[in-house]
């Protein structure tokens, strides 16, 4: 048949005269630009454009991103079928034209040189067509289709017998892999997919819906509505058979795969009202904080805490304190620093407190040792995490924490080196500024240069720019014995002379260390109080200079 005869057999079918000549070209040469349009029927670009835009609003043609966008004509069963539904008081004469057409279509299409095709991109705007285009694309399925869609979306497409599609496809050897989301609401749906089909639970954080078959081709949700609504066009998809993202895809659904459970698993526990043992995200930082508390305040026996840092923690201290029950035995592990102090105060009239340098930066809650929740602080951004009851991942978790904890130090032994390193800093500062004042050179902490050419480090050297060559080193003693602080100083005096060496202790020197440190000619200063500690040494450096 002509394509002038085919054509006419358009225009009777429902077809306005431009619109069946425009399908038809589009037929003929496969995807192409609206420009090619515009040349081809004599037009401007912009009419050629409007035309293409009108067909595609009707399902007659698709538009494929890219630059420039191209146009593809949709199958002729597609658009036939789409025109019967549009005009159903015709039924019978329309199925008569459909099959005439179809017929002239193929005996046409044989003169037509197949070309290659690109790969591409469509979008499908409400939820009948991408229903529709879910049908097509799993009666091409040929190895696989995987599907990830909502507790909602599953029962949608049991109501359009899609299910039965799958069952199908699973008796004539085409694997089918299931993941949504499994609950009471959607129990019986979930029941009714047989084996071979394998189903799978997953805790969508938002209503999305994805599918790959064979890893030719995907579709991927943009939005969508999740309501019971057919007809909701607030369902958009975008389709691919783009190799690189379809791959990608399913790389993405064999990850998701690997974390699920069985749906079975979740069944038997709404059936029993055991929880399912099972891993999972937990993809905003509300529902992290949320997961966290809802662990402390269920658990029962126990909670191991490993911690970086308290600030850390994604509640306050005195939170946490209130809500853990007298009963609950509780074991904290973080890195102490003087900041934290208060805190550790507060916390240790309810846990075991143990001190770790360098420890991970994970943190690690063990509820019961029974459920964890591990947060991953390279995300910590997003506030994305991981929770799981599943038993070979809570046993690994729990001998995490344990080799942590016998690495550690009792927080009772480091509070009083942290109090004390405080009040070393703090008096040094305020030696520091009672120099400085007096318009000397402070370096802290310093260093001097010994005749050997060795490098000696005190907390403070003092330089005074009329005796350059006369510094003073300052050794700071807050705590312990004032014996291996002097032996130190002693060693390095025949190696700094012409320099004067101070030990300022905030404990009195016992006799003989004070002897020894005469002997060697090294400066003691003593005071209990900073504030008087600092002026001592301050007095005592200028005399020196002085001198």
């Not at 607030?234 to 058979?241: E, F, L, R, S, V």
């Not at 014995?481 to 025949?494: G, H, K, P």
């Amino acid at each position: 048949m002509s394509e002038e005869r085919l054509e006419k057999r358009l225009l009777e079918f429902g077809f306005e005269r431009d619109e069946a000549r425009i399908y038809l070209f589009l037929l003929k040469i496969g995807p192409c630009p609206a420009g090619i349009i515009a040349r081809k029927f004599d037009t401007s670009r912009m009419k050629a454009y409007r035309s293409l835009r009108a067909l595609e609003e009707k399902g007659l043609v698709q538009s494929i991103m890219g630059r420039p966008v191209k146009f593809v004509a949709s199958p002729v069963e597609t658009t036939l079928s789409r025109y019967i539904e549009e005009f159903k008081g015709r039924l019978s004469e329309l199925e008569k034209s459909e099959k005439e057409i179809l017929r002239e279509w193929e005996a046409f299409s044989r003169r037509i040189i197949p070309t290659s095709e690109e790969p591409r991109f469509r979008i499908f705007q409400g939820r009948r067509q991408i229903y529709d285009l879910l049908i097509q694309m799993c009666a091409r399925a040929e190895r696989e289709v995987c599907i990830v869609t909502t507790g909602n979306d599953l029962t949608r497409l049991s109501l359009l017998n899609i299910d039965n599609n799958l069952k199908r496809l699973a008796r004539d050897g085409i694997q089918v892999s299931l993941l949504t989301q499994v609950n009471e609401q959607n129990y019986d749906d979930v029941g009714n997919f047989p084996d071979p089909i394998q189903v799978r639970h997953i805790a969508l954080p938002a209503p999305m819906r994805f599918v790959v078959i064979d890893e030719k081709e995907a579709i991927t949700t943009v939005a969508m509505d999740d309501s019971t609504s057919m007809t909701t066009q607030d369902d958009t998809g975008i389709w691919t058979n783009a190799p690189g993202y379809v791959t990608a895809m399913k790389v993405f659904f064999n990850a998701l795969w690997g974390l699920s459970p069985e749906a079975g698993t979740i069944m038997e526990s709404i059936m029993t009202g055991r929880s399912p043992q099972e891993i999972r995200l937990v993809t905003t930082h509300e529902n992290y904080v949320e997961t966290f508390l809802k662990m402390i305040q269920g658990s029962k026996k126990s909670v191991d805490l490993l911690v970086k840092r308290l600030r850390d923690l994604p509640i306050p201290v005195l939170n946490l304190r209130e809500m853990l029950e007298e009963n609950i035995k509780m074991r904290l592990l973080t890195q102490l620093e003087y900041e934290d102090l208060n805190d550790v105060n507060v916390i240790s009239e309810a846990a075991s407190v143990m001190h770790r340098s360098g420890t991970t930066d994970l943190l690690v809650l063990i509820a019961d040792e029974s459920e964890v929740l591990l947060f991953l602080p390279g995300l910590g951004a997003k506030g994305q995490a991981v929770w799981s009851n599943l038993k070979t991942y809570v046993e690994t978790l729990i001998q995490v924490f344990e080799e942590y904890w016998k690495a550690a130090s009792p927080a009772q032994e480091i509070v009083p080196r942290l109090r004390a390193q405080n009040l070393h800093l703090e008096t040094l500062k305020l030696v520091q500024q009672a120099l400085v004042q007096s318009g000397f050179v402070i370096e802290v902490p310093g260093t001097l240069t010994g005749t050997s050419g060795a490098l000696h480090s005190f907390d403070m050297v003092v330089r005074s720019s009329e005796k350059p060559d006369k510094p003073i080193a300052v050794e700071l003693l807050v705590e312990g014995r004032a014996f291996s602080s002097l032996i130190e100083l002693i060693v390095r005096t025949a190696e700094l002379k012409p320099a004067t060496l101070i030990l300022a202790s905030k404990n009195p020197l016992g006799r003989a260390d004070a002897d020894l440190a005469e002997l060697y000619g090294i400066k003691v200063i003593y005071e209990e109080e900073p504030e008087l500690l600092a002026k001592k040494v301050g007095d005592e450096v200028i005399e020196i200079f002085k001198g």
